[in-house]
Nanobody, 128 residues
Framework: QVQLVESGGGLVQPGGSLRLSCAAS???????????IGWFRQAPGKERERVSC????????YYSESVKGRFTISRANAKNTVYLQMNSLEPEDTAVYYC??????????????????WGQGTQVTVAS
């Protein structure tokens, strides 16, 4: 069982930055660098959307058009953690952000399949 813990969310002004972390819990014996990792978000009244993903085999990355050029996903394997650096944040980025991990992937390098593991989510609010 892979247990994922997100952190780093909060309230930030438009144009500001946040770095989200997705870590395997200390009780988890799984190395996240073996997994395809994705960041997803869900705003109130909207469907969950894929934001950014990193592929297990070669660390190729995927970004949605709405965040391309502003967000960066990366791995810190020594810390068994995946980060999402979010710059130039906009009010439209307000949502609960979730990380997900799977040994399987869909065509966009993102985790997929019924055995996908999810974190509990962290709130990001962009407002002045």
């Amino acid at each position: 069982q892979v247990q994922l813990v997100e952190s780093g969310g909060g309230l930030v002004q438009p144009g500001g930055s946040l770095r989200l972390s997705c870590a395997a819990s200390s009780s988890s014996a799984f190395a996240l660098d073996n997994f395809n990792i994705g960041w997803f978000r869900q705003a109130p009244g909207k469907e969950r959307e894929r934001v950014s993903c990193i592929y297990s085999t070669d660390d190729r990355t995927y970004y949605s058009e709405s965040v391309k050029g502003r967000f960066t996903i990366s791995r810190a394997n020594a810390k068994n953690t995946v980060y999402l650096q979010m710059n130039s944040l906009e009010p439209e980025d307000t949502a609960v952000y979730y990380c997900a991990a799977s040994l399987y992937s869909d065509g966009t390098l993102c985790p997929a399949g019924s055995s996908t593991y999810w974190g509990q989510g962290t709130q990001v609010t962009v407002a002045s």
